[in-house]
């Protein structure tokens, strides 16, 4: 699998699919299953290794950027896939709706404050349950969101840190 700008390589994404196994993955929702979510999903590598790292049924990307959803598409072709993938901003995405969301990717090394925030909101409507991986960048504790831990990763660009963190209480609505 050859890397682009900023990917978290294949064995960090096991690594991380493990380490929420540990946290709960699976057993917290009854069964595997489920979908995993990636915000700027960029060629579609963090979802194919995702896939392959845990049985997920069905993984969805959101990626702004015209030529690396192209790439991204043009990958999950090649093989049977289940891969949804979306040209957009997540910011104007309710992607908090996906059915069966489990786990949300987000590599978020660039992403200013602004974007951090909207991650959070977004995150805050999420059903209980569902983890939230982070990379390159923190978001607090509190308001239903608790930060689990956090482990080493290795990316394309050198290494990094990961943070899983859990929704834990009831969304919040459209109007919060």
């Known amino acids: 699998m ?7 390589m294949e064995e960090s994404v096991t690594a991380l699919c493990c380490a929420l196994c540990g946290e709960g993955l699976g057993a917290a929702q009854g069964s ?3 979908a995993v979510l990636d915000l700027g999903s960029g060629e ?3 979802l194919q290794a995702a896939l392959e790292a845990y049985p997920f049924d069905v993984a969805h990307g959101i990626e702004i950027m015209s030529l690396r959803h192209q790439r991204a598409l043009l990958r999950s072709c090649v093989v049977e ?5 979306q040209l957009a901003d997540f910011r104007k995405v309710p992607w908090w ?3 069966d969301l489990r786990v949300v990717f987000c590599v978020a090394n660039l992403f200013d404050e602004d974007l951090m925030e909207e991650v959070h909101v977004g995150l805050g409507r999420c059903q209980a349950g569902v983890f939230l991986v982070l990379i390159g960048n923190k978001l607090c504790s509190g308001g239903g969101l608790l930060e689990l831990r956090q482990m080493p990763i290795r990316t394309s660009w050198g ?4 943070r899983i963190y859990h929704r834990y209480d009831s969304p919040l609505t459209e109007m919060d």
């Open 159 to 162: 290494d990094d840190w990961a």
């Open 2 to 8: 050859a890397l682009t700008f900023g990917e978290i």
């Open 32 to 34: 595997q299953g489920g």
């Open 97 to 99: 709706h996906t059915p």
């Open 81 to 85: 896939s289940k891969m949804r993938l």
């Open 44 to 46: 579609g590598r963090l």
